[in-house]
């Protein structure tokens, strides 16, 4: 049975940071490219970061220098490190993989 459950969100003040994780259990986790998305109130989901099973990454342009994906492979975790956070940041975050998705984590950024 895979599980992929995040944590780490919460609310925090516009230029502040957080760190999400995503622990993930019942798959290989080393050999899965994964993915954090985020989804917005009436607005769709959007793909924010992957990193990739060999530790290549990609991110949205709206992220662009203020978060880092990373993975642990002996703690089967990947992190979300975001810096500099703005209002339009605020959303759900989900962590993916394949077909499988967390539950997400919500992210609240304040003016």
């Known amino acids: 049975q895979v599980q992929l459950v995040e944590s780490g969100g919460g609310l925090v003040q516009a230029g502040g940071s957080l760190r999400l994780s995503c622990l993930a259990s019942g798959i290989n986790f080393r050999i899965n490219d994964m993915n954090w998305f985020r989804q917005s109130p009436g607005k769709q989901r959007e793909l924010v970061a992957t990193i990739t099973s060999g530790g290549n990454t990609n991110y949205a342009d709206s992220v662009k220098g203020r978060f880092t994906i990373s993975r642990d492979n002996a703690k089967n975790t990947v992190y979300l490190q975001m810096n500099s956070l703005k209002p339009e940041d605020t959303a759900v975050y989900y962590c993916?993989?394949?077909?499988?998705w967390g539950q997400g984590t919500q992210v609240t950024v304040s003016s």
């Open positions: 993916k993989t394949t077909r499988y």
